[in-house]
């Protein structure tokens, strides 16, 4: 099986490198109403180009999986922004990242904020979910890219009745603009909706699973995720996507929430099992490092995997196993 890894958004080996460069409303109050814009604009290329110089580092040390902040527009979706095509606005930019993206194949995505939640009961929460959605889709269609570049979210609250909150899930779905739809993955949390669950909602939507392989140890009903994983990795069968999971190790073990908190790096331990496992049930895997200490984290395990016996290393950020 060949291992692809990646990381999120910020580089902690990159200098003042940050896509992630933002202003509250607060603050933006403090200029004139007629510079809002004006002064949204230059955030957001500072941004862009901050995020294609991450992508060129991220080809130089051979890093192919890679996840997009959300902020990359700041204060897009707000009242503040109102009017301002930004896509439009800032489409050099924009195509510039996807064609660099697209040229060295690389796999990029969003993972929309946990505000986005199809499934509530509350009709404006869905609209505003879906206009965030959009957000991502105008970003998306500006670099040029299709519907390979994934969107992952959770499948929201549980309302009382998991039962009842999935089923709003599907039904809220058909809501959801068609260019949407085609983009997004559902990701098994932490507290609420299990793998099982999530599999079974994507099963019904037709779309692919992200298998969190830490968010399963916190919770997992007694499930076996083993028994799942030919199901879930058999989602991304039409995608031309190999399957993707979320790796993290947790901060702590004393409380709950300790055990649910991301740690700066990644135990080997909390992947190499699954990893033999994997192996039984797919050719190709990718595999998004999700510790507090981003690219580093991602090198450190890689270093480590590498020493391990049965792995062979690849590149710099992947290895067969």
């Known amino acids: ?8 958004a910020l580089s902690l080996e990159v200098k003042d490198s940050s896509p992630n460069k933002t202003i ?3 603050n933006l109050q403090k200029v004139n109403p007629q510079y809002y814009i004006s002064r949204l604009r230059l955030l957001s290329k500072e941004n862009l180009k901050n995020q294609l110089r ?15 902040t959300s902020k990359l527009i700041p204060l897009a979706t707000h009242e503040a922004a109102a009017g301002w095509d930004f896509a439009k606005d800032l489409a050099e930019e924009f195509a510039e990242i996807g064609e660099f993206a697209r040229k060295h194949d690389m796999r990029i995505s969003f993972h929309p904020d946990h505000f986005v939640n199809l499934n ?9 979910s879906i206009q965030d959605l959009n957000y991502h889709l105008q970003q998306s269609l500006a670099m040029g890219m299709d519907e390979r570049m994934k969107f992952n979210i959770h499948l929201g609250g549980a309302y009382q009745d998991k039962g009842k909150s ?17 983009r997004l993955t559902f990701e098994n949390d932490d507290k609420t909706f299990t793998a099982q ?14 298998l969190d392989i830490h968010h399963h140890r916190c919770n997992h009903e007694q499930q076996d995720i ?8 058999a989602s991304w069968k039409d995608t031309g996507l190999p399957p993707k999971i979320h790796v993290s190790s947790p901060r702590g073990t004393e409380s709950p929430a300790a055990m649910r908190s991301h740690a700066d790096f990644v135990d080997l331990h909390d992947l190499l099992p699954f990893l033999h496992m994997a192996k039984q049930h797919t050719d190709a895997l990718d595999v998004m490092v999700e510790a507090k200490n981003k690219d580093q984290a991602l090198k450190q395990l890689m270093s480590e995997l590498s020493k391990q016996e049965g792995v062979h290393p690849l590149t710099e950020a992947s290895f067969e196993i």
């Open 1 to 8: 099986m060949r291992v692809r890894l990646g990381y999120v």
């Open 166 to 182: 999935i089923q709003r899930l599907i039904d809220n779905f058909r809501l959801v603009p068609e260019e949407i739809q085609k």
């Open 226 to 233: 083993f028994s799942l994983l030919p199901a879930i990795f």
């Open 54 to 68: 991450l992508l060129r580092y991220n080809l130089g040390e051979k890093i192919m999986v890679y996840r997009f």
């Open 120 to 128: 509530s009961p509350k009709e404006d929460i869905v609209a505003k």
């Open 24 to 26: 509250t409303w607060k």
């Open 197 to 210: 669950e999530t599999l079974e909602a994507c099963q019904a939507l037709g779309i692919p699973m992200v």
